[in-house]
C-alpha cells in the first residue's frame, strides 16, 4: 500500500510539474486531414499541439497490425500529452529520471511545437523527433525530448510515440500470412513511416514545409532513421537525417534478425502464453503479453523482413538503393562508457598488456596505429581508442557509405563535454565521476532541454559555457534543417569526404579534428575478445530515453 501511495504521488507531481509547462491560451482549431484539432500556447512562448493521434489504437484486433487511419468529427483538444507505448517503467533514481508518465497500448500520438508566430503556409523547416531505448522503452513526451526550444529558433518541431518491445517488433508466422505483404514483426517502423506520411499531409497547417523534412534521432532513434534511411516505404518521406549514437551499418548495431527467425521468436511466445492461435493472443492484457515474453526469453527488434527492409542496411547503401539524404552523423566520447578494457590503462605497460588481451596477435598492429611511448601517451591513446570504438565506429560508417555511393553530404561529429554534476548527487545506474561525456549526454545540448534534469532534484549545475553550447549545437541543427549544411558561425564543419575525413568535436571548446582512418578501420574490422561494442540501442550508461 505504502509503494502505490508513493507512486501515486510521483505521477501527481509529474502531472503538476507538467501542467505548469504546459499552460497557457488555446489555440483556435486548424484543419488536418483526420479533423480539427486544437493546441495552445505554452510558457515558453511556442504554440503546440500535444497528443494528437496520428493512427488508430493498436488494440484488440489491430494489435501485431499495420497502424490504420482515424478520423474524427467536433474539435480534438491537444492540449495533453498521452500515453507512452507499453514498457517496463523506469526507477526514480536514476540518471535520466524524467517523471511518470501513463502506459498504454493506446499510444500512437504525436507532440507538434511551432514558433509563436507560424501560421499556415509558412514553409518553415521541419524536424520530426524519434527517441531512442533500446527498441524497448521510450516517449516523445519526456521532458528532455521537448520542442520548445527549437521552435523558438524558426523550426517546426515533430515528436512522435512508435510501438516498442514485443508489441512493436515481434513476428509470427501467422502474422506474416495475414499481413498481405508477406511480412510482419516491424511494426514499429511501419508507426515511424505512417507518422513521416502523416507530415507529408498536415505539417502544412502548422506552419512546416512537407518538402523540407529532418529526421531527428538518438540511440535506437538514431537506428530508426538509418532504417528508414534504407526503406523503399519511407521514399520521400524526408530530405534530410540526423543520427545520434546509432546506426545499423556493421559495428555500430545489434545484428538484425530474418523474418525466420523472429517468427520463431512469436511463437515462442504463443507457447509461454498457452495460446491456441493468434487471436487468442491478441486477447491477453498487455501485462500478461509483456510479462509472458520475460519469462519465456522472448526476443523482439529489427527486422530484415523483406518489406520495411528488404535487405541489410550495408547492402543497400553499398547498392546505391538507400533514400539520398543528407546526413548528420556523430557520438558522444564515452558512448560506450569504461567498457573498453583498454581504457583503465595507467601505465605504459598496463596499456601494452591490456592491448594484448583484447587483441591477442593483433595487438601489435592496434599499438603501431595507437602509439605510444611513455605513461602520458598510454593514457590518451586507450582514451582515443575508446572514443573510436562502439557507436563511432557506426557513425563513421554511416557517412562513408552515404559518401560512397550517395549524391548528398555527409557530416561527423563527436561530443566531447562532461556535463557538470552537482556534488553530490548520486544515481542507481550511474558514477558522475566516472561517466564522462556518456550516451545520450548530447542530446539535452542538441534540444536545449538541459533543466530537465533539475526538474525533480537538482543533479546538474549547468555554466554559462553549456548555455553557450547548447545555443550553437541548436542552430546547428536549425542551420542543416534549413539548408543541409550545418555550418554556422560559432561552429564550422567540414564535409566528410574519405579522402579528408574529419569531425567536429563539441566539448569545453568547439574544434575540428582529423580521424585516424587506419585505426578506426582497425576497430571496426577487429573484433575484440572482451570490448564491449556499443551494439544493442542503449549502449554505455545512463539511458538512452
Known sequence: MKRSLLVASALVSTLLVQARAQVRTPIAPIKIDSGLVAGKVLASGAKAWLGIPYVQAPVRELRWKAPQPIAWEGVYNADRTMPECIQILRPHDINHYFGEEATSEDCLYLNVWAPAAAKAGERLPVLVWIYGGGFNQGSASSPIYAGSELAKKGAIYVALNYRVGVMGFLAHPDMTKESGHNASGNWGFLDQIQALRWVQKNIAAFGGDAANVTLVGQSAGSMSINNLQASPLAKGLFKRVIGMSGSTFRGGAPAQS????????????????????????????????????????????????????????????HAGKQNDAAVLTGSTARDIGTTVPIRAAKTLAEYKTLASQMYGDKAAELLALY???????????????????????????????????????????????????????????????TAGAYHMGDVPYWLGTY?????????????????????????????????????????????????????????????????NTAGMDFLETTPAASAATGRGGRGGRGGSR
Open 451 to 515: 533543466e530537465a534534469f533539475n526538474l525533480f532534484r537538482r543533479t546538474r549545475d549547468w555554466t554559462a559555457w553549456d548555455r553557450e553550447l547548447s545555443t550553437i549545437m541548436q542552430d546547428v541543427i536549425v542551420a542543416f534543417a534549413r539548408t543541409g549544411n550545418p555550418s554556422t558561425r560559432a561552429a564550422q564543419f567540414m564535409r566528410y569526404t574519405t579522402e579528408n575525413p574529419t569531425r567536429i568535436d563539441f566539448g569545453d571548446t568547439v574544434k575540428i579534428e582529423k580521424l
Open 258 to 317: 530474418t523474418l525466420a527467425e523472429a517468427e520463431a521468436q512469436g511463437t515462442r511466445l504463443q507457447d509461454a502464453l498457452k495460446a491456441k492461435n493468434l487471436s487468442e493472443m491478441r486477447g491477453f492484457s498487455s501485462d500478461k503479453v509483456v510479462t509472458a515474453s520475460q519469462t519465456g526469453g522472448v526476443r523482439a527488434g529489427q527486422i530484415i523482413d523483406g518489406y520495411v527492409l528488404p535487405d541489410s542496411v550495408d547492402n543497400i547503401f
Open 371 to 433: 602509439p605510444a611511448s611513455n605513461d602520458a601517451d598510454a593514457v590518451r591513446q586507450a582514451e582515443e581508442i575508446g572514443r573510436n570504438s562502439g557507436f563511432t565506429v557506426g557513425a563513421r560508417a554511416w557517412a562513408r557509405e552515404q559518401t560512397r555511393t550517395g549524391k548528398e553530404p555527409a557530416y561527423l561529429y563527436i561530443l566531447s563535454r562532461v556535463q557538470p554534476f552537482t556534488p553530490g548527487a548520486a544515481f542507481s545506474d550511474f558514477n558522475p565521476a
